[in-house]
């Protein structure tokens, strides 16, 4: 009789069901709290979960979820490596890609015009802008990808033009109001005395 089977039967079982690092996507935003989760299809007992976060921290823990936050932009490579009281060791690494956070700015040469003068907008977009969208508030077609628009309102009230903007992951978005006047030509009519000439 082989005393060793039972112990040879575990170490196989904890490999046949290796840890998963469970993730709803592989895209975050600087700043996101991230939850980490490791999964087991069938927990062998007391477990220790180690990971390596990619960033140059690493945690650990007997817990097999953990909250993280980064603090830079990058790809980051996540090792877990799970073992169990027995010493057997199994691990998966995954990449995930944390993006800077979206900026999207833009102003108004002139933010008081009157209908039919035309409003010169101005965008500060960063360089990693997939798409980017123009709204002017008035019911028109918003206009795509097109930096520095001229647009010119054809009724006088307030409005507010929007610039949202697309990054790899992180989208962002801004709000300025425009003010439009109807100006309605008056004609004033005056009294010339006409005088005759002598």
Known sequence: MNL????????????????DADLAKDSFCLGDVIKFDAVLSVPQGYLNYFWDMGDG???NMTANSHNYTYTKSGV??????????????????????????????????DDTLCVGEPLFLRDSLVGLTDHFTWNFGDGSNPIYDIHNPVYTYADGQTYTVTLTAEYRVCPDRVHRKMYMFMITPRFIWARIPVYAQV
């Open 57 to 59: 921290n690493t945690l």
């Open 4 to 19: 060793l089977h039972p112990i040879d039967a575990q170490f196989a079982t904890l490999l046949h069901n290796p840890p």
């Open 76 to 109: 980051f490579t996540i090792k877990l490596v799970v073992t169990d009281t027995l010493g057997c060791v199994d691990s998966i690494q995954r990449n995930i890609y944390v993006d800077e956070k979206g900026y999207a700015s833009f102003s108004i040469l």
